[in-house]
């Protein structure tokens, strides 16, 4: 759909249906704006000479047309870091690498025109569990460990 249709299809809209449609697009873009935060938050985390890219950059995937794709290569560079990061602390995890690949492959598919409908509910159920993951590793690399010693 074009932005021009989607205005008009917005100025067509009446009363209740058109604020509860407001609602729920801003809603939707609350959401994105606080998981975008998770996925920065989580890449500053991770130590800047194993960061593939600064914690920034995620907010590229606001921009039209150009945002889905930065954000799905956003999401597997911050796994690689994540990886590294994990390994040289010792920790388990892969750094949710398989979830990060099964989101962007889903949101990939729901580009495609006649997968739509099929996908969406996978690829927000994948999001959504990649937004877990990515705050759990957040806090697991956030916190300090002290070592104590008489």
Known sequence: MKPE???????NLSGPIFWSTLAILLAALL???LYYRTLARTMQTIAPERRPCPPILVWASLLPLIGILWFMVYIVLLSIGLQRELRAR????NGALGITLGTVTLFALFLVPGYRLYV???AMLFW???WHRMARYRKLLAERVYLLVD
């Open 31 to 33: 959401t994105n704006l």
């Open 5 to 11: 249709e989607l205005l008009d299809n917005l100025k």
């Open 128 to 130: 959504g569990m990649h």
């Open 90 to 93: 010792q920790l388990p995890g």
């Open 120 to 122: 969406v509910l996978p």
